[in-house]
């Protein structure tokens, strides 16, 4: 018979510590994994070329588009209203800014695009405030040594980022209808701030430049939609 074998105490306690190390490090990790599984992915606010092309619409789903809603507004021009309700009256406070008739014209195609494609208001308003920082609701051409790169039209869309030819950018209702679609594709614009919206689909180096025209924007929208509300039957959805 053998006699048991003795292991000293201090062997034994160093074993004890080196498993409750080896616990407390296996545990660390479990929960480093599990935190990390749980927690939200960091904002990626930073796009690269490619994420911002793929905000852009297809030229041929904007050409396309833009058709439907040029003969959509030229029926609507070429129907005859009906005799209006009496004592219906609508009235829209006067814009901050005097706006001659090329502008107001502009401006009234902008809305009536968004009319067809059954745009809610906020995103004309975010449409107009966005033409009036970027072309004073001037249809721009190419203006030389002062142009912003190959930027053109009323919302200053550039052929060379895929918004479309020369002279797609520079046609209103293209132009209005390729932002309007870049539009619908941010994610959550109907709640943020105009001038957040805008820079989403402008992406300009002046992001809170849009703000300052948000009071003359709803009220030429106002103004607009005064006139125009009947004249358009609602988009279909």
């Not at 833009?66 to 609508?90: D, K």
């Not at 920082?133 to 002062?146: D, F, H, I, K």
């Not at 550039?158 to 209005?176: C, F, L, N």
Request: glycine share 6%; charged share 15%; aromatic share 6%.
């Amino acid at each position: 018979m053998y006699d048991p074998v003795h292991i000293p105490w201090s062997r034994r306690k160093r074993r004890r510590v080196l498993v409750t190390v080896l616990v407390v490090v296996a545990a660390i990790a479990a929960v480093t994994v599990t935190v990390r599984k749980i927690m939200p992915p960091p904002p990626t606010e930073r796009l690269t070329l490619d994420d911002l092309a793929s905000m852009i619409p297809d030229t041929a789903e904007i050409e396309m588009m833009a058709a439907l809603v040029s003969a959509r507004i030229g029926n609507a021009a070429a129907t005859p209203l009906a005799p209006p309700p009496p004592p219906a009256v609508c009235t829209a406070p006067a814009p901050p800014h005097a706006w001659d008739s090329d502008q107001l014209g502009n401006a009234t195609t902008i809305v009536q695009v968004g009319l067809a494609l059954g745009i809610p208001e906020r995103g004309l308003v975010v449409a107009l405030a966005t033409a009036m920082q970027e072309s004073s609701l001037r249809n721009l051409g190419y203006l030389g040594a002062n142009n912003d790169h190959d930027s053109l039209g009323l919302f200053q869309q550039r052929p060379s980022m895929g918004w479309g030819s020369e002279a797609q950018v520079t046609d209103p209702i293209y132009s209005a209808t390729a932002f309007y679609l870049a539009l619908q594709r941010v994610s959550g614009w109907e709640s943020m701030a105009v001038t957040v919206a805008a820079q989403r689909v402008q992406r300009s180096a002046y992001p809170n430049a849009y703000a300052k025209w948000e009071t003359d924007a709803t009220a030429l929208v106002q103004g607009i939609l005064c006139n125009e509300r009947g004249r358009l039957p609602a988009a279909s959805a």
